[in-house]
Structures are given as structure tokens and as C-alpha cells.
């Protein structure tokens, strides 16, 4: 696990007697970052000292998990529709949206091109490009 992010509240209490409690209450703002980590881990630690000077400590944790989607959208259009002779030039818009909310990454995209010959009018072959 790596601490993204580190935020620090102090509070000062100037006496606690016995079976007495102080509460504090703070939020924290998520980061994209906690997003793609999958959870935020906050500690609280308490110290002081005992009427003899000795120190007195203790510490709890809450874990909260992230609710993680990854997700892509991927969009594909041809201009023109339609072609007629050899030279026509088919440009390609491929647009990719990441749809979750994670960020995604070592992504590769592979578009096919499909090239149809005719032999002789009866066999076809089919040959594929794949660029990555």
C-alpha cells in the first residue's frame, strides 16, 4: 500500500479524568488517486501523560474500501460510407472513454482493417491488419 495522501488533525485535550471522553469529527475529500488505490486508511493516535509523567498511548484504524468500475467506450466512425475507385482514402475516427471511474492504464487498441479480394470470382480471401 502507498500513502497518497497524508492529512493531520491535532486536537488538545487538557485533562481526560477517568471514564470521561472527548469525540472529534472531520471528513476527508477523495482523490482520484484513492480511487485507483481502492481504499483510504485513516489512523488516530492518542498520547499523553499519566499523573507520574509517563506516557500513555493508543491508536485505531478505519479502512474504507473503494466501490471500483473500470469500464472503456469505444466509438468508431467512417467517412465517406461509401467508395467507388481505387485511391479513395477511408479516414477513420476512433474515439476511446473511460466510462468507470478508475483510471486505466497500459491500454492498447486494436484496429482490424479488413481487405476482401475476389480470385477469379469464386475463391475469397481474407487478410487482416492489426496495428497496436
Not at 488538545?12 to 481504499?39: K, P, R
Not at 491508536?59 to 469505444?74: G, H, I, W
Not at 480470385?119 to 475469397?124: G, K, T
Request: hydrophobic share 40%.
Amino acid at each position: 500500500m502507498i500513502n497518497r495522501n497524508l492529512f493531520l488533525w491535532l486536537y488538545s485535550i487538557a485533562s481526560l479524568g477517568v471514564g470521561a471522553s472527548e469525540s472529534f469529527t472531520e471528513s476527508y475529500t477523495i482523490t482520484q488517486a484513492d480511487l485507483d488505490a481502492g481504499s483510504v486508511l485513516n489512523t488516530a493516535t492518542a498520547s499523553g501523560n499519566d499523573p507520574d509523567d509517563n506516557p500513555v498511548q493508543d491508536s485505531d484504524e478505519a479502512t474504507v474500501e473503494a466501490e471500483r468500475q473500470a469500464s472503456l467506450s469505444v466509438d468508431k466512425s467512417a467517412s465517406p460510407l461509401t467508395y467507388d475507385a481505387a485511391g479513395d482514402v477511408i479516414t477513420y475516427t476512433i474515439t476511446v472513454t473511460n466510462t468507470g471511474n478508475v483510471s486505466v492504464i497500459l491500454m492498447c487498441m486494436f484496429v482490424y482493417i479488413y481487405t476482401i479480394v475476389l480470385h477469379n470470382n469464386h475463391d475469397m480471401y481474407v487478410a487482416i491488419y492489426v496495428l497496436c
